[in-house]
C-alpha cells in the first residue's frame, strides 16, 4: 500500500505532466518515490491516458499558443511546419511540370525543361491532358495529348499535331484545308539534381529525353519531297530554378534529323543528309506570382532543306516566343504566347499560340 507521502509525490507527478504537456519518466518518478515495481508498472498505463488527454488539449486549442507556452520539457518539440511560399500543395512548385510542348513533353511551348511533367511526387503518379493552338499568317497547328509523370522520376507523353496549310494547300493544288499529321511519342529520364529541393546547390536538374516521331503524310512529304517519315530526336534538357530570385532557367540540347520539327519529314531529299544535327533550346521564365509566370523561350532549326529545290522555299529560321502562364491550381494551366516560327514555305509566320492543360 502506498503512504500518504508517496501518494502526495504522485499527484504532484501526474499534475506536472499534464502542465508540461509531456510525461516525465516513471523511472525518475519511481527513483523520487521509492515506488515498487507494481506502482510504476500502474504508472505507465496512466501516464499513457495523461499523455493522450494532454495531445488531444493541445489540438483542441484555438492557436496552439497556451500550449506551446506550457511545454517546458527537456524534450525537443517538434519543428514547425515550414512555410510553403510558393509550393503547392502536393509539395511542388505550380508551374515547376512546367506546360506541355507542342511535342507533348513537359517545358515551355517550344522547348522541353529537364522537369517532369505534371505535380507528381517521389511518392506519387501524374497525369495531365493538354490541347494547343498556334495560328499564323498563312498556316495553323493543332496539337494535343498526355503525359503521365512517374514519381517525379520519368515522364512518358504522346502528342497528336495536325498542320494546316489553310490557302497555301490550294495554291499548291492540294486542296484549301489539307493537312499534314504528325504523332509523337515521348519519354524522359531525370538523371539528376531536383530544381526544387536543391535550393542549395548550383547543380542544376537534368533530365535525357527521347521524341519518337511519325510523319503520317505519304503523298508529299513520302511521294513528292521523298523525306523520311520516322525519325527519333534525342536531347539533354538542364533547369535551374532559383527561388529566391523568382527565376527559372533552361537550357537543352537536342540531335534531330527533323524538318519544321518533323512537319516536313526527316533528312534531306531523296534519303539523303541523314545525319543528326545539333539544335539548342533556351528558356527564362519569371514567376511573378506562385501561379504566374512570364517568359520567354528560342529554339533552333536544322535548315538541311535550304536550296533543295533552289531558291530559299524550305529555308528554316530560328523561332522563338514570349510567353504568359497561368495555373489558378493544381489541375489547370493556361498559356498565351506571341511566336515567331521563323520561315515556312515563301515568308517568316509570326502569330499567337494558345494552350490549355488539365492535370491530376
Given at each position: 500500500?502506498?503512504?500518504?507521502?508517496?501518494?502526495?509525490?504522485?499527484?504532484?507527478?501526474?499534475?506536472?505532466?499534464?502542465?508540461?504537456?509531456?510525461?516525465?519518466?516513471?523511472?525518475?518518478?519511481?527513483?523520487?518515490?521509492?515506488?515498487?515495481?507494481?506502482?510504476?508498472?500502474?504508472?505507465?498505463?496512466?501516464?499513457?491516458?495523461?499523455?493522450?488527454?494532454?495531445?488531444?488539449?493541445?489540438?483542441?486549442?484555438?492557436?496552439?499558443?497556451?500550449?506551446?507556452?506550457?511545454?517546458?520539457?527537456?524534450?525537443?518539440?517538434?519543428?514547425?511546419?515550414?512555410?510553403?511560399?510558393?509550393?503547392?500543395?502536393?509539395?511542388?512548385l505550380l508551374l515547376t511540370g512546367g506546360v506541355s510542348t507542342i511535342?507533348?513533353?513537359?517545358?515551355?511551348?517550344?522547348?522541353?525543361?529537364?522537369?517532369?511533367?505534371?505535380?507528381?511526387?517521389?511518392?506519387?503518379?501524374?497525369i495531365s491532358a493538354f490541347a494547343t493552338g498556334v495560328f499564323t499568317?498563312?498556316?495553323?497547328?493543332?496539337?494535343?495529348?498526355?503525359?503521365?509523370?512517374?514519381?517525379?522520376?520519368?515522364?512518358?507523353?504522346?502528342?497528336?499535331?495536325?498542320?494546316?496549310?489553310?490557302?497555301?494547300?490550294?495554291?499548291?493544288?492540294?486542296?484549301?484545308?489539307?493537312?499534314?499529321?504528325?504523332?509523337?511519342?515521348?519519354?524522359?529520364?531525370?538523371?539528376?539534381?531536383?530544381?526544387?529541393?536543391?535550393?542549395?546547390?548550383?547543380?542544376?536538374?537534368?533530365?535525357?529525353?527521347?521524341?519518337?516521331?511519325?510523319?503520317?503524310?505519304?503523298?508529299?512529304?513520302?511521294?513528292?519531297?521523298?523525306?523520311?517519315?520516322?525519325?527519333?530526336?534525342?536531347?539533354?534538357?538542364?533547369?535551374?530554378?532559383?527561388?529566391?530570385?523568382?527565376?527559372?532557367?533552361?537550357?537543352?540540347?537536342?540531335?534531330?534529323?527533323?524538318?519544321?520539327?518533323?512537319?516536313?519529314?526527316?533528312?534531306?531529299?531523296?534519303?539523303?543528309?541523314?545525319?543528326?544535327?545539333?539544335?539548342?533550346?533556351?528558356?527564362?521564365?519569371?514567376?511573378?506570382?506562385?501561379?504566374?509566370?512570364?517568359?520567354?523561350?528560342?529554339?533552333?532549326?536544322?535548315?538541311?532543306?535550304?536550296?533543295?529545290?533552289?531558291?530559299?522555299?524550305?529555308?528554316?529560321?530560328?523561332?522563338?516566343?514570349?510567353?504568359?502562364?497561368?495555373?489558378?491550381?493544381?489541375?489547370?494551366?493556361?498559356?498565351?504566347?506571341?511566336?515567331?516560327?521563323?520561315?515556312?514555305?515563301?515568308?517568316?509566320?509570326?502569330?499567337?499560340?494558345?494552350?490549355?492543360?488539365?492535370?491530376?
Open positions: 500500500m502506498i503512504d500518504r507521502k508517496t501518494r502526495r509525490k504522485w499527484v504532484l507527478f501526474f499534475s506536472g505532466a499534464v502542465i508540461a504537456g509531456l510525461p516525465l519518466t516513471v523511472a525518475n518518478a519511481a527513483e523520487a518515490g521509492g515506488v515498487g515495481d507494481s506502482a510504476v508498472s500502474s504508472g505507465v498505463d496512466g501516464l499513457a491516458d495523461i499523455s493522450e488527454l494532454a495531445t488531444a488539449g493541445v489540438t483542441a486549442s484555438a492557436d496552439g499558443s497556451d500550449a506551446a507556452a506550457a511545454t517546458t520539457s527537456d524534450t525537443p518539440a517538434e519543428a514547425p511546419a515550414t512555410r510553403r511560399g510558393l509550393l503547392s500543395g502536393g509539395g511542388r511535342e507533348g513533353s513537359g517545358g515551355g511551348g517550344l522547348a522541353s525543361w529537364a522537369l517532369i511533367g505534371s505535380y507528381s511526387t517521389r511518392n506519387e503518379i501524374g499568317q498563312d498556316f495553323s497547328l493543332r496539337s494535343y495529348g498526355a503525359s503521365v509523370g512517374f514519381y517525379n522520376r520519368v515522364e512518358l507523353s504522346i502528342a497528336h499535331q495536325n498542320f494546316n496549310l489553310l490557302k497555301v494547300g490550294a495554291s499548291l493544288g492540294l486542296g484549301h484545308n489539307y493537312y499534314i499529321n504528325q504523332t509523337i511519342i515521348g519519354a524522359k529520364v531525370r538523371l539528376v539534381g531536383d530544381a526544387v529541393v536543391d535550393q542549395d546547390k548550383w547543380l542544376p536538374q537534368i533530365s535525357v529525353g527521347a521524341q519518337y516521331k511519325i510523319n503520317e503524310n505519304p503523298l508529299v512529304v513520302g511521294t513528292v519531297l521523298g523525306l523520311g517519315r520516322k525519325s527519333v530526336d534525342f536531347y539533354v534538357a538542364a533547369t535551374k530554378l532559383l527561388l529566391a530570385d523568382n527565376l527559372l532557367v533552361n537550357t537543352t540540347f537536342r540531335l534531330t534529323k527533323a524538318n519544321q520539327y518533323g512537319i516536313l519529314g526527316f533528312g534531306g531529299l531523296g534519303g539523303k543528309d541523314q545525319a543528326y544535327k545539333p539544335e539548342f533550346e533556351g528558356s527564362v521564365a519569371y514567376l511573378v506570382t506562385r501561379k504566374l509566370a512570364v517568359g520567354g523561350e528560342v529554339r533552333t532549326k536544322s535548315n538541311r532543306l535550304e536550296g533543295a529545290l533552289g531558291g530559299s522555299t524550305f529555308k528554316e529560321q530560328t523561332a522563338f516566343d514570349i510567353f504568359v502562364a497561368y495555373a489558378p491550381n493544381r489541375n489547370l494551366a493556361f498559356t498565351l504566347a506571341y511566336v515567331d516560327l521563323g520561315q515556312i514555305a515563301l515568308r517568316g509566320q509570326r502569330g499567337v499560340y494558345l494552350s490549355a492543360q488539365v492535370g491530376l
